[in-house]
């Protein structure tokens, strides 16, 4: 079952963020493509079909175009946005692990394919190659940004096991998760773009602000499209979030406004994870019912429009276009 999601005709692309780093992508790719490489011939097996099958690489262009916005011209982006690449592939084998999921990206996931160990210790190569690009970038504030950033979203990953199954989770919580496991290397993606620039203190936090709501927008939306999108969108199956007895916004909202046999519905499926279509059919009526999807968008365009007016501060540009529009694109997603 999927609901479509109140949204706007002529739907954003990132069509100008591609178009505005695709020659320093090809850049960052080959050197993807480089860093896999290994003796141990399961390290590239199981890297490349993550990374070859098809995300989007909306982090490391966010790098590139950040970069370019506070007119960067060296070349130490492509490592940096390679390393951001990295860190994001590492966690999604990681986290597959954590969630027992079965896919990612439309495949199946690497665990079910090498398990659970390989899964997890490739991620660490993963990580290990990043940090090795940092060190040869030479900035010792990118290096502290990015170490940082893989600190708190392992911080995240953990506040997200805590609260998994915990209905009395609350929003400020939930959001604290978010900001650590996903818009936080939204916003180091962004401010070591600004920080090669050389910018001020200010720049480089409007970068940064840019990123952690981009991310947290980013983040809500693929909330809604958990119960209301497609498996073609999500890349996985629909309702994966509620069989895992993931605590995400449409549920608390959902949870917080139903009566008493609503709420019972919601601790049985969380907690006991045996859910069934006719489960997820259901949960889907409680959630349209008390507008828990379209709240949750629109709190995800509260957030992209923090994101956008971050770049005020900036002059006109390709790059600002190009960024401005990504947000619309995150938040389109869920039409």
């Not at 097996?45 to 960067?72: F, Q, W």
């Not at 950033?149 to 609260?163: D, P, S």
């Not at 978010?178 to 180091?188: C, Q, S, Y």
Request: proline residues 3%; charged residues 25%; contains cysteine.
């Amino acid at each position: 079952m999927a609901l479509v999601l109140p949204f706007e005709p002529n739907e954003p692309s990132i069509e100008a963020l591609v178009r505005l780093v695709s020659a320093d992508m090809n850049r960052v790719n080959a050197t993807i493509l480089s860093r896999t490489g290994s003796d141990v011939a399961m390290i590239p097996e199981v890297a490349n079909h993550l990374i070859s099958s098809g995300g989007k690489r909306l982090r490391p262009m966010l790098t590139l175009a950040c970069a370019a916005l506070c007119d960067y011209r060296g070349e130490g982006h492509v490592k940096l946005a390679a390393a951001v690449e990295f860190m994001h592939t590492a966690t999604l084998l990681h986290d597959d692990v954590v969630d027992e999921s079965d896919m990612r990206r439309g495949k199946l996931a690497a665990r079910k394919l090498w398990g659970n160990e390989a899964s997890v210790l490739v991620g660490d190569f993963l990580l290990g190659q990043a940090f090795k690009m940092m060190v040869e970038v030479g900035s010792m504030q990118c290096l502290d940004i990015l170490s940082n950033a893989a600190c708190v979203i392992a911080e995240g990953e953990v506040m997200q096991l805590a609260a998994a199954k915990n209905t009395a989770t609350s929003e400020d919580d939930y959001l604290a998760v978010v900001r650590g496991k996903t818009a936080e290397l939204f916003a180091a993606a962004c401010e070591v773009g600004a920080v090669l620039g050389q910018r001020t203190k200010t720049e480089l936090g409007a970068c940064r602000s840019y990123g952690m709501n981009l991310g947290i927008a980013f983040q809500l939306v693929d909330d809604a499209l958990d119960y209301g999108g497609s498996q073609a969108k999500l890349g996985k199956n629909v309702g994966d979030d509620f069989r895992e007895g993931k605590i995400t916004l449409p549920v608390l909202l959902a949870f917080r406004r139903g009566d008493g046999p609503e709420r019972a519905f919601w601790q049985k499926c969380l907690e006991t994870g045996e859910v069934t279509d006719a489960h997820l059919a259901q949960a889907i009526g409680l959630l349209t019912k008390h507008r828990a999807l379209s709240d949750t968008i629109e709190r995800a365009r509260h957030y992209g429009a923090i994101a956008k007016d971050a770049l005020a501060l900036f002059p006109p540009s390709a790059a600002k276009d190009a960024l401005m529009e990504a947000v619309d694109f995150c938040l389109s997603r869920a039409h």
